[in-house]
């Protein structure tokens, strides 16, 4: 099997296990089953990042969202298994709506891909490493990456702050 | 090599997905799930594309790094206040929420 074969392979395993995953995940009635769809969804995002040469990208998808947050979600769906959520209205009249309103974000999105579709080159040039990476995010965009480590600190800050028990 | 625009497609139909379920969902914590799922699909967006485009200057990938640092910071304060508001009301149903202050 050639290298072009093994990546469309890998390419469609991953898609249909995003995709499978995602409606699973909003499908499922118990919340922690949701939350192991979504570890699987977070993981095969994982792997596309990784056939798109995001070497290190595909790392912190793992490190973080495959580990931490779905972590962080098992607990909360945990400590607030005794809220009861009717699932007869999980899926209930909105849903018209939402399927509009799906279909109305659709239409410009097929639109702006059919004009890349054409624009686009076939062969992508792989773009450059880890290495290049860090000295665009450290020179560059120096200023846009303390910002968010800023936003991280306030984040964490405000979550402590909040779910703390209040004394 | 897959074309890049096999992934600029499966992202928009993730993002399609999520977004649907996000809007249906009646749980906070099914709804920040959905959220996730949204931003990874972004972030894929901009790693295809900086690809496709072939940038030198590390665009796409740098925005896809901070699209997970929103992300993650996101998630954070998201589930913080589900925690907040479910010991308040002892509820995580968005059919609750219906008070603008409490």
Excluded at chain 2, 45 to 61: E, K, N, P, Q, Y
Excluded at chain 2, 66 to 83: D, N, Q, R, T, W
């Amino acid at each position: 099997m050639g290298a072009e074969a093994t990546s469309w392979f890998l390419f469609t395993l991953m898609a249909v296990v995003i995709v499978g995953c995602s409606v699973a995940m909003m499908l499922s009635r118990n919340f922690v089953h949701s939350a192991v769809f979504l570890a699987g969804a977070l993981l095969s995002f994982a792997g596309l990042y990784a056939l798109l040469d995001a070497t290190f990208l595909a790392l912190l998808q793992l490190f973080i969202y495959a580990g931490a947050v779905t972590v962080v979600v098992v607990f909360v769906v945990m400590l607030t298994s005794t809220s009861v959520v009717a699932f007869d209205s999980l899926l209930q009249r909105q849903t018209w709506l939402a399927l509009a309103v799906g279909v109305a974000f659709a239409i410009p999105l097929i639109d702006a891909l059919r004009t890349l579709a054409a624009a686009l080159p076939l062969a992508a040039t792989a773009p450059g490493g880890t290495e290049e990476l860090a000295r665009a995010l450290l020179t560059t965009y120096v200023a846009p990456f303390e910002i968010s480590s800023a936003i991280l600190l306030a984040a964490l800050v405000g979550a402590i702050y909040l779910a703390r028990e209040a004394s | 090599m897959v074309p890049p625009i096999a992934f600029l497609i499966l992202g928009a139909v993730v993002f399609l997905l999520a977004m649907i379920g996000f809007l249906t969902r009646r749980s906070l914590v099914q709804a920040l799930m959905c959220l996730e799922l949204m931003t990874s699909a972004v972030a894929l967006t901009f790693l295809a594309l900086g690809r496709a485009l072939g940038d030198r200057s590390m665009t796409g990938m740098v925005f896809a790094t901070f699209c997970m640092v929103i992300s993650a910071a996101e998630i954070g304060m998201g589930l913080a206040l589900v925690l907040l508001y479910f010991r308040k009301h002892g509820s995580t149903s968005t059919d609750d929420l219906d008070l603008m202050k409490g």
